[in-house]
């Protein structure tokens, strides 16, 4: 009867509804003596999952767990009881979702329930599922609870070395160096186990715990003479990289020293593990590793792809080199590309022998994948590689028609397209035509009619968006061809279900669905397979439209009636993500059909998009959403949004920055009260939290950005309603991000509201002209900004405030670190609002006193937004003739032509600009007075000289 009772209460565990209060004593009790009923195991066990579902059941009432944490021992008991007998290991599993839901339920009983873990984990005698769910509560705890596990951190020394024990325990496969199909990971074996549970402790509980005991075993377990050991040390490297990356950074000269000779073990799975490792450091470290390692790392990956006979090893380095090429700065590749490109060569021309003879294809697909990676950080570098692979390539795509080739076809196309991206189009066009054809007649014809699994769509996908920024316009003759498929793939429908507790056990092994538990012995799953697809797919209608703009207009009414629907498309951020950046996209497209076509189109866009500004859930995606309607208000201008529209909008970002406000001082308060859990990590998450925070600030300000550019002062009385929010923001107690945004949102209301920002002086004047000597260089950088704005678009109201002004950014300028890398954009706006300010808003300044300063800081290259005012005020003042610029009897001539070799040097100004054809006009006026340009180019080093002389020449 007892059991039959607690049967039901797992099944139900809201069984009492509103009662729930009253009996909530009667049901402890219950619960509390059926777990120790010893007597009858049945009963016990059962007990343990009625507790399990009821605390599931509440996992967001605390009060109402710590109402049962009485309970916890008993339950620790019975799962240790159901591990002693092994019988059944669901009770094993209630741990494993206590520890994921009821995290902090476990506190109290936390030694007891590790301690048996850990002897469960280190059984050996034991079924491995059991002694991988043991290690799962572990590893979830990370996750859950990371802070609350390392205050126990005395287990982390035990069970780093039972987690290696586990990744030794390899199988000896004879065939598996030589095997030419790689099959895909068995997650149930110990050594996959191992390496992920390293991973995921690594990320959860962070490297100030991990990596000590991690560095503690590898050097010993890399000297074994049992290759398994090595294997399992080289491995645990890649594993912890992305969860100790903090430390491991400073130890990587050492970790490299370690790892390297490995690439020559005599035994070829620990070579593959050290490619493994290289790898995912060169991801993890990226672009450290890269320019610290590159002239051991290249060398070393390039022996190991000669190792023909062990063909695994062979592919596994070449799959290393992709990851240390793509983060790899472009100088840095381009030493050593003509030796990268001749054992590629020679690799790719010996394989597709082997395809023809022996029908091997592994390292093939590999190569062309890595060729593809070297060209796409190379660029135009590759071109002279170019003729020598290309036919090979399109050889494989025209005759790799088999099923069997499949795979090695979709990735010959990627790294055809990744090729003609890299080299352009005017080398690329030779080929271009075939290729098309190539992809064409794949897509068309009905015998090569595709599989929905097959690769090679996700690669045609890819490459067609490729094909299209390269041929441009050119593109818009195929759409009709290639539209089809990509919609077809933008429009997948995932398959979902809700399922209950006895279905679940059937699906768990699937790893192609993906759970969440709803409660009350409810799951929700969706079958992932296809969704990143789905979102490449969407991914690329972007580019279609970003590329094509009106070329794509016929295809606008299709794909904004399949975005806009996924702009709620929560089964997959990539999706919401590709479906809101194709909206401003879309709408320029649509310029073209007329007025009437675009306000319908917007009608059906702008409630949608304003909805999920106000109720997406994730940060990131909530900064895509809020970037975009910035985007369609700039793409539409005034008059887009009606005053209901405008309401909401104000509501939500209302909402928005209330909500940044609550955020911070709940974190201020976690610090204060720094509660039992509180450590170093915990305060790594909260600035993480923090620059969460601030991004969304960021797309306010992009908000406001687009609507006073938009309505100007038309803007202000909406803005009034949010202006308490960004006078806070202000303080000089707030953080210094806090205080840059709002300078910055105040930036456009000078820049947009003209003259008429005059009734918002008292708010903003003395906080900008104060945080220009703020010891932030992005809150100097936003005040300098603002200055400049004042001077050009405030009026003569503001002549005294531009005045003040002057020389405290004088003093931006003039500090000894003023041009370093992190003070350099702060200065650079400093020297263009002086110029704004003498050009705009001088009446109360001495030109002919600040005019020498202001050259002699000259030249700017750094900010290409700031660098035309600069430079066109030059031109003024050169063309004007101004004696405090040109000096007497034109001595300053050679220091203003040294500037302008430097200009065309650094190449600051766009090719085809105003101020450009300015600044060469004013040169050759120069030139026309051959004793003084003489002059002048002898005090020109060589680089200043040719830049010059090429400039004119043009």
């Not at 049901?27 to 009858?40: K, P, S, T, V, W």
């Not at 997650?187 to 990596?211: F, H, M, P, W, Y």
């Not at 109360?844 to 005020?873: F, T």
């Not at 065309?904 to 600009?913: G, H, I, M, P, Y």
């Amino acid at each position: 009867m007892r059991e039959a009772a607690l049967l039901i209460l797992s099944v139900l565990p809201g069984i009492f509804g509103n009662q729930q209060t009253h009996y909530l004593d009667v049901i402890r009790q219950m619960l509390h003596q059926c777990l120790a009923d010893a007597e009858n195991p049945k009963v016990r066990l059962a007990a343990v999952k009625a507790t399990t579902a009821f605390l599931l059941a509440h996992d967001k009432e605390p009060a109402i767990q710590r109402h049962f944490v009485d309970c916890l021992a008993g339950v620790i008991a019975g799962v240790a009881y159901t591990a002693e007998q092994q019988e059944d290991d669901s009770c094993l599993k209630c741990l494993v979702d206590l520890a994921e839901s009821c995290p902090k339920f476990l506190r109290l009983q936390l030694e007891p329930l590790i301690d048996l873990c850990m002897k469960i984990v280190g059984n050996t005698d034991l079924l491995d599922e059991w002694r991988h769910l043991a290690l799962e509560v572990i590893v979830t705890l990370s996750e859950t609870a990371p802070a609350m596990l390392r205050k126990y951190g005395k287990f982390v020394p035990l069970l780093v070395p039972l987690v290696m024990a586990l990744m030794v325990d390899l199988d000896e496969e004879e065939d598996w160096s030589f095997s030419d199909e790689i099959p895909d990971d068995d997650n149930d074996t110990n050594a996959v186990a191992g390496e992920s549970a390293l991973d995921r402790l690594a990320c959860g509980l962070g490297g100030k715990t991990i990596l000590p005991h991690v560095i503690g075993a590898v050097p010993q377990m890399l000297q074994n003479t049992d290759w398994k050991c090595r294997h399992a040390a080289l491995m645990a490297i890649s594993a912890v990289g992305e969860g100790c990356h903090k430390q491991m950074e400073t130890l990587l000269p050492n970790i490299m020293e370690g790892v390297l000779p490995f690439l020559q073990d005599p035994h070829p799975r620990v070579r593959y593990a050290a490619c493994n490792a290289i790898g995912q450091m060169s991801t993890d470290f990226a672009p450290i590793f890269e320019k610290k390692f590159h002239d051991k790392v290249i060398p070393g990956l390039l022996m190991v792809m000669d190792d023909h006979l062990n063909p695994r090893v062979q592919a596994h380095a070449g799959a290393a080199l992709v990851n240390f090429a793509e983060d790899c700065p472009k100088p840095i590749l381009t030493i050593y590309l003509d030796t990268i490109m001749g054992k590629l060569e020679f690799i790719l021309t010996a394989k597709f022998k082997e395809l023809v003879e022996r029908g091997t294809k592994l390292v093939l697909e590999q190569v062309v994948t890595t060729i593809a990676a070297v060209a796409d950080t190379a660029e135009e570098k590759f071109v002279q590689f170019y003729d020598r692979v290309m036919p090979c390539l399109k050889y494989i795509v025209q005759h790799a028609l088999t099923p069997e080739l499949r795979m090695l076809r979709g990735k010959t196309i990627e790294c055809v397209s990744l090729i003609g991206l890299a080299v352009g189009q005017e080398k690329f066009m030779q080929d271009a035509s075939d290729v098309m054809q190539l992809l064409l007649k794949t897509q068309t014809e009905e015998e090569s009619d595709l599989a929905e699994d097959d690769p090679q769509i996700s690669y045609m996908i890819s490459a067609w968006a490729r094909m299209c920024k390269i041929l441009g316009k050119e593109f818009e003759q195929y759409l009709p061809i290639v539209m089809g498929p990509v919609m077809k793939a933008a429009s997948l429908k995932p398959e979902v279900a809700l399922l209950d507790g006895e279905d679940m056990k059937s699906m768990q092994e699937d790893d192609a669905w993906q759970f969440v538990t709803l409660g009350d012995q409810q799951n929700f799953g969706i079958r992932t397979a296809g969704l990143e697809e789905k979102a490449t797919a969407c991914q690329m209608l972007v580019c279609y439209a970003r590329e094509l703009k009106d070329g794509f207009a016929d295809y606008t009414e299709q794909v904004v009636k399949l975005m806009v629907p996924l702009l709620k498309f929560y089964f997959h951020d990539g999706v919401r993500v590709a479906a809101t950046e194709s909206l401003p996209f879309l709408l320029e497209c649509a310029k073209i059909k007329g007025d009437d076509y675009l306000r319908e189109m917007w009608a059906y866009i702008c409630p949608e998009l304003l909805k999920v500004v106000d109720t997406e859930p994730g940060n990131d995606v909530l900064s895509e959403h809020m970037h975009s309607l910035a985007k369609c208000i700039e793409v539409l201008g005034k008059g887009c949004l009606s005053a209901e529209n405008m309401a909401e909008l104000m509501k939500t970002l209302d909402k928005i920055l209330k909500e940044h406000f609550e955020r911070a001082d709940t974190r201020q308060q976690k610090r204060k009260d720094a509660d039992e859990d509180y450590d170093e990590e915990v305060e790594e998450s909260l600035l993480d939290e923090d620059d969460e925070d601030v991004y969304i600030l960021s797309k306010v300000s992009d908000l406001m950005h687009a609507l006073f550019g938009t309505h100007k002062v038309d803007f202000f009385p909406y803005f009034e309603q949010l202006l308490p929010h960004f006078v806070k923001l202000l303080g000089t107690e707030r953080p210094w991000s806090d205080r840059q945004w709002a300078i910055c949102i105040f930036d456009d209301v000078i820049e947009f509201g003209g003259p008429a920002v005059i009734k918002y002086q008292e708010i903003f004047l003395r906080p900008l002209l104060q945080y220009l000597l703020d010891p932030q260089s992005e809150v100097r950088q936003a005040a300098a900004y603002g200055a400049g704005m004042l001077g050009q678009f405030g009026g003569t109201d503001f002549a005294q405030p531009c005045a003040e002004a002057v020389p405290l950014l004088m003093q931006i300028i003039n500090a000894p670190d003023s041009r370093s890398p992190e003070n350099i954009n702060p200065t650079e706006n400093a020297i263009a609002a002086v110029a704004k300010i003498c050009k705009f808003n001088s009446s109360l300044l001495n030109l002919d006193e600040i005019l020498p300063h202001w050259l002699s800081w000259l030249p700017v290259w750094e900010d290409e937004d700031e660098a035309p005012h600069i430079y066109s005020y030059l031109c003024d003042l050169i063309e004007a003739n101004h004696p405090s610029v040109l000096g007497m009897n034109n001595a300053n001539v050679p220091r203003i032509v040294g500037v302008i070799a430097e200009v065309f040097v650094r190449d600051v100004l766009d090719k085809d600009s105003e101020i450009r054809t300015r600044i060469l006009n004013l040169v050759r006026h120069i030139q026309s007075n051959a004793e003084l340009f003489n002059v002048c180019i002898t005090q020109l080093n060589p680089e200043q000289q040719l830049a010059l002389s090429t400039a004119l020449n043009q």
